[in-house]
């Protein structure tokens, strides 16, 4: 079955960095749309990153510029790399991705940033 399993969360302070990884299993990774969502508490789960088969990339406009998200087709592995944070980035940050209209979604690894 599908797996989606997040890591490299953690406490940071403000202007630090983070790496997030999200290791895939269960289906043919490299063919697939992933995505990194974020659920910051008493708000909706937003959109962050998403990068293609082909290795092109989109970012919620509070990102641009401070994320990079990347993947490895032979770990079957997405990352999502966090340079400049800052406290309202702090969140459960989520892996995902979409297989014949069903969303698949990891447990979520929590991101705090301190002030």
């Known amino acids: 079955q599908v797996q989606l399993v997040e890591s490299g969360g953690g406490l940071v302070q403000a202007g630090g960095s983070l790496r997030l990884s999200c290791a895939a299993s269960g289906y043919i990774f490299s063919i697939k749309v992933m995505a990194w969502y974020r659920q910051a508490p008493g708000k909706q789960r937003e959109l962050v990153a998403t990068?293609?088969?082909?290795?092109?990339?989109n970012y919620a406009d509070s990102v641009k510029g401070r994320f990079t998200i990347s993947r490895d087709n032979a770990k079957n592995t997405v990352y999502l790399q966090m340079n400049s944070l800052k406290p309202e980035d702090t969140a459960v940050y989520y892996c995902?991705?979409?297989?014949?209209?069903?969303?698949?979604w990891g447990q979520g690894t929590q991101v705090t940033v301190s002030s």
């Open positions: 990068i293609t088969s082909g290795g092109s990339t």
């Open positions: 995902n991705t979409q297989i014949r209209a069903t969303p698949y």
